[in-house]
């Protein structure tokens, strides 16, 4: 059955740099999902990635896919605080696979 | 167009007793799904339901039950709660033609 890894789990970063949160699975998947938590709330769905090549940006975050390597990144450009949230990944089974979630904390 | 909703917000139960978590979609989405989420474990799916009248296993389905007797309803229920299934549930709920999941805005269950 599908898996999906991603790492970090745990990263802080100062506001204004970058960094990349990568997300791989397990088996062939021609799409992959990029979910946002914050404290106490409910996942809100980010990205929707379906192909290979896709890219997608909203704000500072850009995602991309690639199915060949079964790799998704979430790219954060000049970080700011209100980035701060659990970000998950998860690819698609007969159901979505969830990876375990990385926790970003973005410090002043 | 609420989306997702789930019934209650809060729970406490005491070990041994029962109760039932409802979840409403208004989206006439096929696929209905329960996970629960525990600090450091990300989100584990229990049982999940692909249309009125069904319902499935999915990765920790021990000690719940769930019904799907109409389209727009997901029950789950706890006949004998234990403190181990403290724990946020939510629910989500998808269309046939993606995968993307919209999530209800949880459930927090603590068991004493």
């Known amino acids: 059955e599908l898996k999906v890894e991603q790492n970090p789990l745990f990263l802080s970063m100062q506001e204004g740099k970058n960094y990349t949160i990568y997300c791989n699975y397990s088996?062939?998947?021609?799409?992959l999902y990029w979910y946002r938590q914050d404290p106490g709330k409910s996942l809100e769905s980010l990205f929707v990635?379906?192909?290979?090549?896709a890219v997608k940006q909203e704000g500072r975050l850009m995602a991309s896919l690639d199915t060949k390597a079964r790799l998704s990144t979430l790219h954060i450009t000049a970080a700011v605080h209100d980035l701060s949230a659990t970000y998950f990944c998860?690819?698609?089974?007969?159901?979505?696979?969830f990876g375990t979630g990385t926790l970003l904390a973005v410090q002043p | 167009n609420a989306g997702v909703t789930q019934t209650p917000k809060f729970r406490v139960l005491k070990t041994g007793q029962s109760m039932t978590l409802l979840c409403a979609q208004d989206?006439?989405?096929?696929?209905m799904y329960w996970y629960r989420q525990d600090p450091g474990m990300g989100l584990r799916l229990i049982h999940y339901?692909?249309?009125?009248?069904?319902?499935a296993k999915g990765e920790v389905p021990d000690g719940y039950n769930v019904s799907r007797l109409k389209k727009q309803n997901f029950l789950l229920g706890l006949e004998s709660a234990a403190p181990s299934q403290t724990s946020v549930y939510f629910c989500?709920?998808?269309?046939?033609?993606?995968?993307?999941?919209?999530f209800g805005p949880g459930t927090r269950l603590t068991v004493t």
């Open positions: 998860a690819g698609p089974s007969n159901k979505l696979i």
């Open positions: 339901s692909v249309g009125e009248g069904t319902t």
């Open positions: 989206m006439n989405h096929e696929y």
């Open positions: 990635l379906l192909s290979n090549g």
């Open positions: 989500a709920s998808r269309a046939d033609s993606t995968y993307e999941q919209y």
């Open positions: 088996t062939t998947s021609d799409r």
